[in-house]
């Protein structure tokens, strides 16, 4: 039987047997969802425990003048919510995705993660849903690049020739019909609130793509993190607030188009620049400094996440 979002906490609760991994069609079928017990869901529950297991929960709080303060907290709510995160596999329209659900604290809320270069599948990605999952919401992760992500081990000569094999305008109509799908789900569980839209590099730069042409309003705000190749011509379409989380010496995000294209968008976006950061170091950290600064643009983009969607 298939489980709306409304029911997923008492599916839990009720210690409902776990069923196999279900693929859905759009406007067919609901997901059912799994316990993160595979493989994928091992790897991310082991590499957030250790990343995070001798570093301190960070909340992020706004000041009254606007900006955003920092707050260190010692408990471990956090890790132990994620022990209730549901995972399950889904199709749309054809295309695949991974729906990550929160169980014990589930905000009702929906995000749609747009993935870089590496696709839905890659572990840094799925971390990082997990993660966001685990403070209340319902991360859909969708194949941007319908099995075909971009691979470290293919020669940089090709990338350009393997971008220009995926169509703008397909991805386009993908995330489309992602949206729609999860409006569906949440209108079919009784929900009214509205969605976010995230992502990172290749997706970051979608985020304003996708925000400038949801002409039925379902985004209320959206979150790119160091996005590639945005499309500033559009940036003025886009209706809602949007945050752009970028490294100074990133050579793939430049800050001063980040300004620009916060300009066009007008009140209420807000870009964050961290001094010495390059490219990836919020979902792809390698030095300890990448760690504190990932951590910190983690906390800014949970509160605000809260303020607009919650």
């Known amino acids: 039987m298939a489980a709306s979002l409304a029911s997923l906490s008492s599916l839990a609760k009720a210690g409902a047997p776990s069923p196999s991994n279900h693929h859905v069609s759009h ?174 590099c290749f997706g970051g730069g979608r985020v304003v793509d996708v925000l400038a042409t949801d002409e039925n309003g379902y985004f209320s705000t959206g979150v790119s993190f160091y996005g590639t190749r945005i499309d500033s011509a559009v940036a003025g379409d886009v209706k809602v607030p949007v945050l752009f989380i970028a490294g100074d010496r990133d050579p793939l995000c430049e800050v001063k188009g980040l300004y620009e294209i916060e300009e066009k968008i007008g009140e209420g976006s807000k870009v964050v620049v961290y001094e010495g950061r390059g490219h990836g170091f919020v979902h792809r950290p390698e030095t300890p400094e990448d760690d504190r600064d990932a951590e910190e643009a983690f906390a800014l983009m949970r509160n605000w996440l809260h303020h607009h969607l919650i």
């Not at 919401?137 to 971008?163: A, I, Q």
Request: glycine letters at 8%.
């Open 27 to 200: 406007r067919l079928l609901r997901p059912r969802l799994i316990p993160l017990t595979s493989s994928i869901g091992k790897h991310i529950t082991t590499s957030f425990s250790q990343r995070h297991k001798s570093q301190q929960n960070i909340s992020a709080l706004d000041t009254s003048d606007g900006a955003v303060n920092v707050e260190v907290d010692d408990d471990d709510d956090e890790e132990e919510a994620c022990e209730l995160v549901n995972g399950t596999e889904v199709s749309v329209d054809g295309v695949e995705g991974y729906l990550l659900t929160a169980v014990k604290n589930n905000n009702g809320t929906g995000l749609l993660l747009l993935s870089d270069v590496f696709g839905f599948q890659d572990s840094a990605t799925r971390d990082f849903a997990y993660r966001v999952a685990c403070n209340g919401y319902n991360v859909l992760v969708p194949d941007l690049f319908r099995g075909d992500p971009w691979s470290k081990n293919r020669p940089k000569s090709e990338y350009e020739e393997w971008r220009r094999g995926h169509d703008p305008n397909r991805i386009r109509q993908d995330t489309t019909s992602f949206t729609k799908w999860m409006v569906e789900e949440f209108a079919a569980a009784g929900i009214s609130k509205k969605l976010g839209v995230m992502g990172f």
